[in-house]
């Protein structure tokens, strides 16, 4: 089955009316019919700004709360759109922004664009383990968890950029 046959059929059974649909789908963003993980990227952003304030420790339960519920979401989704990891689905992507733009030593345009291009190219790129995760791990937490390392090798380059910018 080409691509276009697969977000033709994700596009066939998803269901925005569906809560878990629309939060799975990024609120519409990874709807796009061009770089939908971009798209949702981009979209977990101005969601971060809400609760960037939170004290560390609950921004952290937050993230595992958005992890462990995202793996619910992911699944679901992909149960009910007969896919895996579609590129539709880009919840995983909130996660990874989120966790990527903690990491930012000031909330500025800079900042925030270099944490946002770090995490695509990890995310795109997928180097290893990042890779063997995304082919080998099924179901949600499979969905979930290559981006959460994308986020942690992003992490890492932001704080090593924080001492040369």
């Known amino acids: 089955m080409t691509k276009q046959e697969r977000n033709r059929d994700f596009k066939k059974y998803v269901q925005l009316t569906n809560p878990i649909h629309l939060l799975a789908?990024?609120?519409g963003?990874?709807?796009?019919p061009i770089m939908p993980g971009t798209?949702?990227?981009?979209?977990?952003?101005?969601?971060?700004l809400l609760f960037d304030g939170l004290q560390p420790y609950l921004y952290w339960v937050f993230i595992v709360v958005a992890f462990i519920?995202?793996?619910f979401l992911c699944q679901k989704t992909?149960?009910?759109?007969?896919?895996?990891?579609?590129?539709?689905?880009?919840?995983?992507?909130?996660?990874?922004m989120w966790i990527t733009l903690f990491f930012i030593p000031q909330?500025?345009?800079?900042?925030?664009?270099?944490?946002?291009?770090?995490?695509?190219?990890?995310?795109?790129a997928k180097p290893w383990p990042i890779r063997w995760f995304d082919k080998r791990v099924p179901g949600g937490f499979g969905i979930m968890v290559?981006?959460?390392?994308?986020?942690?090798?992003?992490?890492?380059?932001?704080?090593a950029l924080t001492f040369i910018i």
């Open 107 to 124: 909330i500025s345009v800079l900042w925030i664009a270099i944490a946002f291009v770090a995490f695509r190219v990890f995310d795109m």
């Open 25 to 27: 789908v990024g609120l």
């Open 69 to 71: 519920f995202g793996c």
């Open 39 to 48: 798209m949702g990227s981009a979209m977990a952003i101005p969601l971060w």
């Open 146 to 159: 290559d981006d959460v390392i994308a986020a942690i090798f992003s992490s890492l380059t932001v704080y």
């Open 78 to 96: 992909s149960d009910d759109t007969h896919t895996h990891d579609s590129g539709h689905i880009v919840w995983d992507e909130f996660v990874g």
């Open 29 to 32: 963003s990874g709807m796009s």
